[in-house]
């Protein structure tokens, strides 16, 4: 490893686009991204983090700055207690945390494997889930912006968690449709009475 590379603590994932290069906005460039929520109380690895910063705040100054560290160097690293950009607070879930957010280019998709090694079917990553992740700090200057990116190169799946995505909908209970079994392909028919269809009694 480098010292412009971190590899985390645990972290809670969050926007996990980790498979499917995705477009935060139209005309956007698509990249491979997952938000990470650093709790607070975990000092090595923010540590690690600003170590890592500052090591590419010098490569910068010389890569690409032309010698000159500006005042003010963007970094994607933000206090979940405190409030967005654009003004709004953070969800409560980021409350105690640090956010930042790692990407990489669709031409570099990251390793995604669990706590074996081995590779991680698309369907157990979710935002919600914990893990690790691993990232190199990195200088840029474009469109006249100068600042720190953090650039994907892998993610560990260390454990489960309450999905963030929001609630699971029971379409049974809100439609009055049978109840699904998955594990049969079975429908067991409601006794409600009423038609499911047009809603009316039976």
């Not at 491979?32 to 705040?57: F, R």
């Not at 405190?82 to 280019?105: A, C, L």
């Not at 379409?171 to 449709?177: D, R």
């Amino acid at each position: 490893m480098t010292n412009t590379e971190v590899v985390t603590g645990e972290v809670r994932f969050s926007y996990a686009f980790l498979f499917k290069p995705h477009a935060a906005q139209v005309g956007n460039e698509a990249k491979y991204s997952v938000t990470c929520l650093l709790p607070k109380s975990d000092v090595a690895t923010k540590a690690l983090i600003d170590a890592a910063v500052k090591e590419a705040i010098t490569a910068g100054a010389q890569s690409k700055w032309n010698g000159v560290v500006p005042p003010n160097v963007a970094t994607p690293i933000h206090d979940g207690d405190s409030v967005k950009q654009d003004g709004n607070p953070y969800p409560e879930d980021y409350k105690g945390h640090w956010v930042f957010t790692i990407s990489s280019k669709a031409d570099y998709p990251p390793q995604i494997v669990d706590i074996n090694n081995m590779p991680l079917p698309e369907t157990d990553m979710y935002s919600g889930c914990y893990g690790r992740g691993l990232f190199n700090c990195y200088p840029y200057f474009f469109a006249g912006k100068k600042g720190i990116g953090f650039g994907l190169k892998a993610v560990l799946k260390t454990r489960d968690g309450e999905p963030l995505a929001g609630t699971v909908v029971n379409t049974s209970e809100a439609f009055g449709l049978p109840n699904y079994n998955p594990f049969t392909q079975q429908a067991e028919a409601p006794n409600t009475g009423i038609n499911p269809i047009t809603g009316l009694p039976n």
